[in-house]
């Protein structure tokens, strides 16, 4: 007797879900590798459970696959527009060359922070670390900078709290001074005040 028809619905229960996905990525991994290796096709894979793990293969790499696939794709779009294909086809080009460039900073991006650092060449590794040598260097002459006018902003502020001081100092010694002549002067009116009395 045959097994019968298996209704392909949604896994209810978690963990048997997450089983069913292990099982069966790793032998979607498998064909896709042996599709790509006994008939010599290029075959990529992409996968995000859903968790949003991704998952890949490519026999030439996911990216460069990719990419490929973008260019079939709008080649096949524009084919019969004779007119515009050259136009859109440089368009394309452009924007593949500035998807490259961005991609390629990105990595050098990670790179400048000690990421993926393995597949990089001795040479490769030299330049990078030329590039942060250089930062550093620019980045301490900043700081630098920064610091010898912080340090001449609280000189000047300190030479204009100590001749603020003085200022102060000298009112106040000027006051005092005036107290004491206006003391000296009620003193002496108070003398003949009372010598005036006495007779």
Aim: glycine fraction near 6%; include cysteine; proline fraction near 0%.
């Amino acid at each position: 007797m045959g097994r019968g028809k298996v209704v392909l619905e949604r896994i209810s229960n978690k963990v048997n879900r997450q089983v069913t996905f292990g099982k069966r990525k790793k032998g979607l991994l498998k064909k896709a590798s042996e599709l790509s290796v006994l008939c010599d096709a290029e075959v990529a894979l992409i996968i995000f459970s859903s968790e949003g793990k991704l998952f890949h293969f490519g026999s030439l790499g996911t990216h460069n696959t990719i990419d490929r696939y973008r260019q079939f794709h709008f080649n096949n779009a524009f084919e019969r527009e004779d007119g515009e294909h050259d136009q859109n086809q440089s368009i394309y080009q452009a924007v593949m060359k500035l998807n490259a460039k961005y991609q390629s900073l990105q990595l050098l991006n990670r790179n400048l922070f000690g990421e993926d650092l393995g597949s990089l060449s001795l040479k490769k590794l030299r330049n990078l670390e030329k590039q942060i040598e250089g930062a550093l260097s620019k980045a301490r002459k900043c700081k630098t900078k920064k610091l010898l006018e912080r340090v001449e902003a609280l000189r000047k502020l300190d030479s204009e709290l100590e001749q603020e001081n003085k200022d102060l100092k000298e009112k106040i010694e000027r006051g005092m001074r005036l107290c004491e002549e206006n003391l000296v002067v009620e003193a002496h009116a108070d003398q003949r005040a009372n010598h005036g009395n006495w007779y």
